[in-house]
């Protein structure tokens, strides 16, 4: 089995920042791309920013410049540093990982959810 976990979720001002990070457990043989989703209230949940093996990236274009997402492989932990925080970034933030387990088989696992929420 393997686990993740989020934590650094809570609550900030308007541009505050938030870092939040994601630690992968269990048998592990190798963890492929690494996401972080959200999802606001009655929205569908939607891919904030990938990062893969060998650490290339992709944003959502409504957190471009304002968001990072990096990997530390020895942790087997993915972060999102959130910058310039929006009301409208307020949604539970999920992490995902694209797994091979030490069996050889290949899945995507989910953490549990963190909740971040942007106010005044």
């Known amino acids: 089995q393997v686990q993740l976990v989020e934590s650094g979720g809570g609550l900030v001002q308007p541009g505050g920042s938030l870092r939040l990070s994601c630690a992968a457990s269990g048998s592990i043989f190798r963890i492929n791309a690494m996401c972080w989703y959200r999802q606001a209230p009655g929205k569908q949940r939607e891919l904030v920013a990938i990062?893969?093996?060998?650490?290339?990236?992709n944003y959502a274009d409504s957190v471009k410049g304002r968001f990072t997402i990096s990997r530390d492989n020895v942790k087997n932990t993915v972060y999102l540093q959130m910058n310039s925080l929006k009301p409208e970034d307020t949604a539970v933030y999920y992490c995902?990982?694209?797994?091979?387990?030490?069996?050889?088989?290949?899945?995507?696992?989910w953490g549990q959810g963190t909740q971040v929420t942007v106010s005044s």
């Open positions: 990062i893969t093996s060998g650490s290339s990236t």
């Open positions: 995902n990982a694209d797994v091979t387990n030490t069996a050889r088989a290949s899945f995507i696992s």
